[in-house]
């Protein structure tokens, strides 16, 4: 929905029409506090704002009402055009600025960007607020497996059945467990997570069954272990495959009665605790070669959820890769030529990898644009640098030189000519001139 505010009748009649024609809903105002009262009740995506009307005929008093509008983009409309009030405009939160007359294929083009922009700004909203209200569990994506996987983990959630999450490295498996936790009648009591390939195998029996002081050299006072620390709630064993072949003994027979000795100690001691372990490995392979229990298995594998690779994900990644940008630099954005490198990259190191890039992209960036070479740089690829043919003339080079600048500025700006124009030193018409000789609209 769009909302068109001017006191030219004429020019809401014909510019409505034209907007309808193109497929929008078009609401019509003819001065400021009726452009107030019908953004409050209908909360149009785009707000096409004249800066000269009643009460305050002033375009100042248009300014002042720009940021009443908030979060939809507003571009500005005036016969006022400067690029001194242009920028006013800009700071005061118009999204962009448009000189009467204006241009029908100019305006279509403006609109059409407005109203992405907002449709993605309410994407991304909606997804703040599902995240804050748990709907998504902490697992962000809107692809097919996501879906599958987080309607699994509502299934499983609320019995007592072991978990074994499988899947590749940096795909999320600590954040299955954390889901799956929080999402069962043990959320108030602790999520308690262990490495079993970070501990080493001599310790490993004491981090999870405590000890007695005195029981080993350097055990200098009794100690309680993680299965204790667990009670009432769930223990998380992270690579359970590389758990050593005396442990997977011993926590077998954990397993089979909740009952266990701590390290030196006589005494039997009991904790109700549910476990959800975790793999990149192939444990079926380890069954078979040994290396791993087939009771134990069996006992582990309750229920099986696996966390797809970043590639089988799809438009997850552009989504991800937004998110953890706000997370980490709240003013910064992607130019589209890097969310489309995003999307089109493998990332081997799955979300991980790609929260590490943009983490790194975002504190190295010069400016608040993101690019292309920002990412490459901070995943250690290297963007070629194409120089111009040999054979060009002087006037060939500097055209190409100047056309290579003003797509990149437009990049930046997320093709916002008010801003480009600004950032190149140049008047907003005669950037427009310019991409206009260069086919660039």
């Known amino acids: 929905m769009i909302l068109l505010a001017d006191d030219e009748p004429a020019f809401q009649r014909l510019t409505a029409g034209w907007l309808r024609a193109q497929g929008h809903e078009v609401i019509t105002v003819g001065d400021g506090d009726g452009a107030r009262d019908a953004f409050s009740r209908h ?10 009307m009643p009460p305050h005929l002033d375009p ?22 400067d690029q001194a009030l242009a920028m006013q405009a800009i700071e005061a939160g118009a999204w962009d600025f448009l000189a009467k007359p204006v241009d029908p294929d100019l ?5 059409a960007r407005a109203v992405e922009r907002a449709r993605l700004a309410q994407e991304i909203a909606t997804l703040r ?29 609320p019995t007592n059945l072991p978990v074994m ?17 929080n999402a069962s009648p043990r959320a108030k009591e602790p999520l308690v997570p262990v490495h079993c390939g970070a501990v080493p195998a001599d310790l490993l029996e004491s981090e999870l069954f405590g000890h007695l002081k005195g029981s080993f050299t350097g055990a200098h006072a009794d100690r309680a272990g993680l299965v204790e620390a667990a009670h009432g709630g769930t223990l998380f064993l992270d690579e359970i495959g590389e758990m050593p072949p005396a442990m997977q003994v011993k926590l077998l027979r954990f397993l089979a009665d909740g009952t266990y000795q701590p390290v030196g100690a006589r005494d039997i001691r009991k904790s109700d605790v549910r476990i959800v372990a975790a793999t990149h490995r192939d444990l079926a392979a380890a069954v078979a070669d ?6 134990l298995y069996y006992r582990l594998k309750g229920v099986v959820l696996t966390t797809p690779r970043l590639d089988e994900r799809g438009a997850d990644k552009a989504l991800l890769a937004q998110i953890f940008l706000r997370r980490a630099a709240p003013e910064a954005r992607f130019a ?25 992209a975002a504190a190295l960036a010069q400016g608040t644009a993101i690019g292309v ?9 290297t963007i070629p640098v194409t120089s111009p043919p040999a054979n060009l003339t002087l006037e060939e080079e500097v055209a190409a030189l100047e056309r290579r600048r003003i797509v990149e500025a437009l990049e930046r700006t997320g093709h916002n000519h008010t801003h480009t124009a600004r950032n190149l030193g140049l008047s907003r018409v005669g950037l427009l001139k310019k991409m206009d000789r260069m086919g660039l609209r």
Do not use: Y
């Open 107 to 111: 305006l279509k083009v403006v609109v």
């Open 290 to 295: 040994g290396s791993f229990r087939e009771d």
């Open 336 to 360: 589209s030529a890097a969310l489309e490198w995003i999307v089109q990259r493998a990332w081997p190191g799955n979300v991980r990898e790609l929260r590490a890039a943009v983490e790194c």
């Open 129 to 157: 607020a599902r995240g804050e209200a748990g709907e998504d569990m902490g697992l962000i994506g809107l692809s097919p497996p996501m879906v599958a996987l987080r309607a699994l983990i509502r299934r499983v959630a």
């Open 373 to 381: 070479d920002d990412l490459a740089f901070a995943t250690g690829e």
């Open 43 to 52: 909360r149009p995506d785009v707000v096409l704002l004249d800066l000269a």
């Open 165 to 181: 999450v499988l899947g590749p490295s940096g795909t999320g498996k600590e954040l299955v467990a954390r889901a799956i936790h």
């Open 60 to 81: 100042q008093g248009g300014i002042a009402l720009i940021p009443a509008f908030a979060p939809a983009p507003v571009v500005v409309m005036t016969g006022h055009a």
